[in-house]
């Protein structure tokens, strides 16, 4: 008996673990519409191309985009704009922006 309950416990241990390796908690919560609204506030300054410096963000990986934004959020990346309009969004908001500045095209 108690080495049925050791496999059980073994089993949910291990499904637990898979499900994190799984799952991207960065962009989780993420919504398609919200991130197209927040967007505005991001174009003034990028642009579909380069330029002066600003990178164009169009069609980037939407993880890329997220650990991106964390970095900056996180005083990581140094750029006092980029951590300025970070530093304002939450996880949510980050993740929304990911998603829809990926689904542009480049
Ligand atoms: C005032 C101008 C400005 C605004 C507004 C702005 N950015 Fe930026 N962003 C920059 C600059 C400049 C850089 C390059 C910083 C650097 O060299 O590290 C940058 C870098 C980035 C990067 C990293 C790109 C890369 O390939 O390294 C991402 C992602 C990004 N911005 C997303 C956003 C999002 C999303 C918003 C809106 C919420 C936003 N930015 C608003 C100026 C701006």
């Known amino acids: 008996?108690?080495?049925?309950?050791?496999?059980?416990f073994i089993i949910i241990f291990?499904?637990?673990?898979?499900?994190?390796l799984l799952a991207e908690p960065l962009l989780d919560g993420a919504d398609f519409d919200y991130g197209e609204y927040l967007s505005g506030q991001c174009l003034t300054c990028h642009q579909n191309s380069s330029d002066e410096g600003i990178p164009a963000i169009n069609g980037a990986e939407a993880l890329y985009i997220a650990k991106k934004l964390v970095l900056y959020k996180n005083k990581e990346?140094?750029?006092?704009v980029m951590q300025l309009v970070a530093s304002a969004l939450d996880k949510e908001e980050i993740a929304s922006l990911a998603i829809y500045f990926n689904s542009l095209e480049k």
Do not use: A, Q, W
């Open 14 to 20: 291990c499904s637990l673990i898979f499900r994190g």
């Open 77 to 80: 990346l140094e750029n006092e």
């Open 1 to 8: 008996m108690v080495k049925i309950i050791y496999i059980f």
